[in-house]
């Protein structure tokens, strides 16, 4: 089974997940990291490293978050070309450059206090 992101993610996008993904299955979805289904190896690096615990196993995910399966898998089904997340630190740098991807994102999705 494959691991998704939930919506802890919404409004935090903290990226500490990508840095220790081997295989580099993270993506850039308008509100929250998405998981390509195909590329994920099942892991589990990124669980620990999640700090708003928004990564599930697909087959353990919270009933209240089951819809986040196909939100993490439709994305990637005919052909999508979504942009690979960048790492943290990269991530963290663009916030503070107006009009950047990263400074964009948090001027739609608040962070979360």
Same mark, same amino acid.
């Given at each position: +089974?494959t691991?998704? #992101?939930?919506?802890?993610?919404i409004?935090?996008? /903290? $990226?500490?997940?990508?840095?220790?993904?081997p295989? %580099?299955?993270?993506? =850039?979805?308008? /509100? +929250? @990291? @998405?998981? $390509?289904?195909?590329e994920?190896?099942?892991?589990?690096?990124? #669980? &620990? =490293?999640?700090? #708003?615990?928004?990564?599930?196993?697909?087959? /353990?995910?919270? =009933?209240?978050?089951? /819809?986040?399966?196909?939100?993490?898998?439709?994305?990637?089904?005919?052909?999508?070309? @979504?942009p690979?997340? &960048?790492?943290? %630190?990269?991530? %963290? $740098? =663009?916030?503070?450059?107006?009009?950047?991807?990263?400074? @964009?994102?948090?001027?739609?999705? &608040? &962070?979360?206090?």
């Amino acid at each position: +089974m494959t691991y998704i #992101v939930a919506e802890p993610c919404i409004g935090v996008k /903290d $990226h500490a997940c990508v840095d220790v993904c081997p295989v %580099e299955c993270f993506y =850039e979805g308008e /509100d +929250m @990291l @998405l998981i $390509h289904p195909e590329e994920c190896i099942d892991c589990g690096a990124c #669980v &620990p =490293e999640c700090p #708003v615990a928004a990564i599930f196993e697909e087959s /353990d995910t919270p =009933e209240k978050w089951k /819809d986040y399966i196909a939100k993490n898998a439709d994305p990637f089904k005919g052909g999508a070309n @979504l942009p690979k997340s &960048p790492t943290r %630190e990269k991530w %963290e $740098h =663009e916030k503070a450059q107006e009009g950047s991807p990263a400074s @964009l994102y948090y001027q739609k999705y &608040p &962070p979360k206090a």
